[in-house]
């Protein structure tokens, strides 16, 4: 009988498969956070219990593109770019849970498989998709600058079908980017016990934060932005009443872990 | 404050953006499994308490490649076959528990992401692949006959790397296909709980079989194999000593659930 | 000064390197073929001179999704398969051309870097694309057996956006596959000069046909298709306005060259 | 009968459905170029006549990754970046040509379909590859500043097989990206005839350059590389035998054209 190490599966003797490197994950990269307000019902239907809307602005949203490297404390990942670069594209809204207000991740895709499943562990409902976000450039005629006018388009597909286009103009510097993805994240993480009979081996309420956040140049803008229908996703449930801003943001942040706040457990076996 | 429905994650009002529809799936399509021994201690090092290396024949595993159809009970996927059809490729051993002798799944990948996080649920250990293998074809001259003589191609390869790639030539029917990956499977879930602190929020040790198995065309076979190094995986550490057979076949299958054997939770919080 | 060889760039002392190995190529696949009447008119601006419309018909094209394994004569990509596997979707319509008719591809898209530019040698105006294919099976539930009410599904994607889905019922045997795929093809092959001043450095009209032809199981069906749009796209120019019938068929041919029917070139220089 | 348009295939009454736009095309993104020293004879065997080896240092090679966007004069590519973003990995020497000096693309690999046809109108052999290079950052731990010390990872792949990998550590800002890939560009531009019986419908040796080329930050710096061997590649043959530099740049340029300094053509026909 051995023993077996790796902060996830597939565990063995040396650790060294691992899907995912044990945290800190380190991220830098840009966001483009798009915010709007779509029917206040259509994002309460997506808070489970103990959830609650938020107070204010109960059907504000963002939807966010981030273009990211990431790596674990080892920084092998950044000579070794296939395991470091991904996009991903989410929802989020904000809601309040024992009289205190979070953002919460609504749907999520994302373009590798180690960053799936870091999302996993981190209770980010991740589907893999297809991301694609315009990147500025300082020479050349072939993408915006960061100044008022810059132009960006951001896109995502998932299973052949677009989901989601849009676009976002510069109008100025920011010194913020935004309000609904601005707060702690509060997530569900739950896992069906295998007997597929309807219950979960563990359900979680955990909520989470970056540490070490660092945020460069960031810009303020006017977007458009259209959502797709598709047999297997909902977010065409979201469609924008209202726009209220838009932002393209770059960033640096770690990663270490979260807090449980709830758990509840199947019975222990064995 | 809402209910929301859905196998996995996204859960939703409807549960129609669930990343995995409700068991039943079901699976048609073909094996080629090919059976050598290694080092029994490179097997005994991959199989965690309370595991124990099988009894006899310590050393034998299989490397399996699956190009498969699978579907949920509504059968839709089969008409959009881009969210039915995946092939993946995974080495098997078998293991003590108890007494009584199961099958293991080592290794694992697969390249879509529906069956990705239906075997997470399942316990196997699945990362994304690009995996290949050779298809039988009725006409023309690019492709095999399943008949003595009939050649296929087997490769595996992640983030870039070519993990594994093997050759395969029918010699005679036959009426089984080797017997490391015979057995119902024992496999860990392990979920780490999210302070990362190398604790699980859940770990549990799960058995399952398919039902309804049928078995088509079934032939037996001489093969060649090739294990690579990555600075990711460890496939290598199971390099082949001797070689015992290869098999294809023609295989359906549906999967409802599993048993938990066992399950150590951290305390229920809140 | 060297001598390069090589069937296409990259041309080296071997022609170890060139894109694609010398004719012939071998390939074994299945193909679907949905035949309807688009407006005439749509197809008639797609042909250039001195192509003609179809006497009879004029209006019919043929949807086609080819699910193939494809070699050379050394037979070696058929054991490496990421080398040998490819999906295609095609329309095609009938034309006339000196008195005498001809099948004639419109739009195409193929999934793999030697699979568009052997098309690009024979005339196809290859793009990419994702392409996918119901494949019917033996065993199981998960897919269509080739009996009637077999039920496939067909679909195209390229740059993140849908274009095409179709289902497709087999309702009976069949001893043909339609008829608007069924002539020898005629092609223009077409070479825009470096100037880019909007001459061609070489326009060619081929004409071109397998060889050794091999048809398996066939069968007739009913279909229904929807096309859609794309801002680089036209096939939604095409749109149905009466459907023909549909057919399912195992299909294996080889391919060695074709003829030169017209050439015109820029003058010689140098 | 009909005229079409289009600036390559498929041709319509339009021009919309081209797979690649019209000239002008513009380029904005990055640049990492190693040079190195690798036998004069591996070079020599790949510059066909009338090409002669270069009368300094014919042994020098340039491995490049380039991390583009690019984008027609329309820059509608830029807002959906998944028709404006690709990277490409090439090899470059320098050649004399009529007692010129000129730089020469040996081996190159692309990511997209319309960079890898684009490539052949200006003579690049083109491939599809998996290509990957770090990005600098400006914020967090996740990548490299454009300072010394900034170290990138640079990786090509293409059939699931790992073709070279890199690693480039910045040592200092530099004027120049080095001299390989510095002079016009020398290609061949050959198109085999459909009869596919060894003779080209056109060959021609062009000449290009870009306009309007912009500079960004320029940095020199020290690297390794390793090439790996494919069946169906030859770039193993060009291993280094002494590093010369590497530099990383920031470069935006435009191609609207070459210009043909040879075309042999075969007989006009029709």
């Not at 650790?15 to 779509?38: D, I, K, N, Q, V």
């Not at 219990?49 to 602005?57: F, I, N």
């Not at 092998?76 to 849970?97: G, H, I, M, N, S």
């Not at 990147?135 to 008022?148: I, N, Y």
Request: glycine content about 10%; overall charge negative.
């Amino acid at each position: 009988m051995s023993e077996v190490k790796g902060f996830l599966f597939p565990r063995t003797a040396t650790g060294a498969s691992s899907l995912l490197p044990a945290p800190p994950w380190h991220y830098s990269g840009a966001m483009l956070t798009l915010e709007y307000r779509t029917d206040p019902s259509a994002v309460a239907e997506l808070l489970p219990a103990p959830l609650e809307v938020a107070d204010d602005d109960p059907g504000a949203v963002a939807v966010i593109w981030a273009d990211w490297q990431s790596c674990s404390d080892s920084f092998e990942e950044l000579v070794d770019p296939v395991r470091a670069q991904y996009l991903e594209a989410f929802v989020v809204t904000r809601c309040k849970y024992q009289g205190r207000h979070y953002s919460r991740c609504l749907f999520i895709w994302v373009d590798r498989d180690y960053a799936m499943v870091r999302g996993h562990h981190q209770g980010y409902p991740k589907k893999l998709g297809s991301v694609h976000l315009t990147r500025p450039v300082s020479v050349g005629k072939a993408g915006p600058r960061l100044e008022p006018g810059g132009r960006f388009g951001a896109t995502l597909a998932a299973y052949d079908r677009r989901l989601v286009e849009a676009r976002f103009t510069i109008t100025q510097p920011s010194d913020d980017a935004g309000f609904v993805n601005a707060l702690p994240m509060v997530h569900h993480r739950w896992m069906p016990a295998i007997e597929s009979d309807g219950t979960d081996s563990v359900g979680e309420l955990v909520t989470m934060s970056g540490y070490d956040a660092e945020v460069g140049r960031t810009f303020a803008g006017d977007f458009e932005i259209a959502l797709f229908d598709s047999p297997v996703e909902e977010l065409a449930r979201l469609q924008p009443r209202e726009l209220i801003g838009g932002y393209w943001r770059e960033i640096g942040v770690s990663w270490r872990g979260g807090t449980t706040l709830e758990r509840r457990t199947a019975p222990a076996i064995g």
